[in-house]
């Protein structure tokens, strides 16, 4: 079971600082009910993969932290050392949502808005400002002042 979500609005978004990402990520899911985020394995065995790899730790972390994320449920792209979030793909958006976004803001710089849409059409924006992350509920209205206009 879990929740459906789509997004219906946001712009793609990078991560330069992988690695600070990639240990806050590690250091966290230790707290986690499961002791991981949902739908992915340990933070660990995804850097000693990378690593087979890539032998340059930048890009090794972009890449274990790319496939953390697209097990998640994100769609990414590697360019160089740092990778970009380009949108959300995945089914359902499992029970650490908050954490996960939470520390996706630590290592983002820029202003990130993206609306979603949940399976029972429920709407809402992930907003990531200043290194935070907040969740806002969304209404949309129409004005049928214009139809037919």
């Not at 790319?66 to 793909?89: H, K, P, Q, R």
């Not at 359902?92 to 399976?119: F, N, P, Q, Y």
Request: glycine share 8%.
């Amino acid at each position: 079971m879990g929740y459906s979500a789509e997004l219906l609005r946001g712009e793609p978004f990078r991560i330069a600082d992988t690695k600070q990402l990639i240990d806050r990520l590690k250091t966290e899911e230790e707290s986690l009910p499961y002791g991981h985020y949902s739908w992915c394995g340990p933070v660990k065995s995804y850097i000693e993969e990378s690593k087979v790899t890539y032998t340059e730790p930048d890009q090794a972390n972009a890449h274990a932290l790319s496939a953390i994320l697209e097990n998640y449920g994100f769609i990414t792209e590697v360019t160089g050392d740092s990778l970009i979030i380009e949108n959300w793909g995945g089914d359902k958006i499992g029970s650490t949502w908050v954490e996960i976004w939470d520390a996706l803001a630590s290592a983002v710089t820029d202003r990130v808005e993206w609306i979603m849409r949940g399976e029972d059409n429920t709407l809402w924006a992930c907003v990531i400002s200043d290194r935070s992350f907040t969740e806002y509920d969304v209404v949309a209205t129409f004005r049928t002042d214009k139809v037919g206009a």
